[in-house]
């Protein structure tokens, strides 16, 4: 799946303290940008490893050339299902699957991207390298996330689906909440 375009956002930081005597890290609401880069990424389920490629554009040819390289480390006789959203980068791809028939893509539904696992690492690489960071340059965006990629598949695992038991006050607001 890909990643919408990523700013490399400069951000002036420091650390202040607040009245009550803590020091917490303050980032100021002035920044400067410095160019956008878009990744493409693809979560394994089965092993939760995660692989990504940087782009400084996100047409179609970016989008195969990525899958090429997904692709060719499989045996051509391995099935392999790709789960995508609704981009039109992700479309019009037959002459693409034309050539390899052993990959299947399945689209999610229309404002159902979160069926698709690889949304819920893009929430992981957002709060953790992400959000409140500065980035000088796009090279510096470009190796946070090849740095975070790498670190996350040294301990990746799959994504364990749960069903959440809802009680009291919860139940009432779901409840509450599927009848407004």
Same mark, same amino acid.
């Given at each position: 799946?890909?990643?919408?375009?990523?700013?490399?956002?400069? #951000?002036p930081?420091?650390?202040?303290k607040?009245?009550?005597?803590?020091?917490?890290?303050?980032?100021?609401?002035?920044?400067?940008?410095?160019g956008?880069?878009?990744?493409?990424?693809?979560?394994?389920?089965?092993?939760?490893?995660?692989?990504?490629?940087?782009?400084?554009?996100?047409?179609?040819?970016d989008?195969?050339d990525?899958?090429?390289?997904i692709v060719?480390?499989y045996?051509?006789?391995?099935?392999?299902?790709?789960?995508?959203?609704?981009?039109?980068?992700?479309k019009?791809?037959?002459?693409?699957?034309? #050539?390899?028939?052993?990959?299947?893509?399945?689209?999610?539904?229309?404002?159902?991207?979160?069926l698709?696992q690889v949304?819920?690492?893009?929430?992981i690489?957002?709060r953790?390298?992400?959000?409140?960071?500065?980035?000088?340059?796009?090279?510096?965006?470009?190796?946070?996330?090849e740095?975070?990629m790498?670190?996350?598949?040294?301990?990746?695992?799959?994504?364990?689906?749960?069903?959440?038991?809802?009680?009291?006050?919860?139940?009432?607001?779901t409840?509450?909440?599927?009848?407004n």
């Amino acid at each position: 799946d890909e990643k919408p375009t990523i700013q490399a956002i400069e #951000r002036p930081t420091g650390y202040v303290k607040t009245s009550s005597g803590k020091v917490v890290r303050g980032l100021k609401s002035t920044y400067k940008r410095h160019g956008t880069v878009n990744l493409f990424a693809a979560l394994e389920v089965a092993t939760g490893i995660i692989r990504g490629k940087t782009t400084q554009t996100k047409k179609r040819e970016d989008f195969q050339d990525f899958m090429e390289e997904i692709v060719r480390d499989y045996p051509a006789d391995q099935e392999i299902h790709v789960i995508l959203d609704n981009l039109s980068t992700h479309k019009k791809n037959e002459d693409w699957l034309s #050539r390899h028939p052993n990959v299947t893509f399945h689209f999610t539904p229309t404002s159902a991207s979160w069926l698709n696992q690889v949304e819920i690492w893009f929430g992981i690489l957002s709060r953790k390298a992400l959000t409140g960071a500065s980035f000088p340059s796009k090279e510096n965006l470009i190796k946070a996330l090849e740095d975070f990629m790498s670190a996350y598949n040294q301990n990746a695992a799959p994504f364990v689906w749960r069903k959440r038991e809802v009680k009291g006050a919860q139940l009432r607001n779901t409840i509450s909440n599927l009848c407004n």
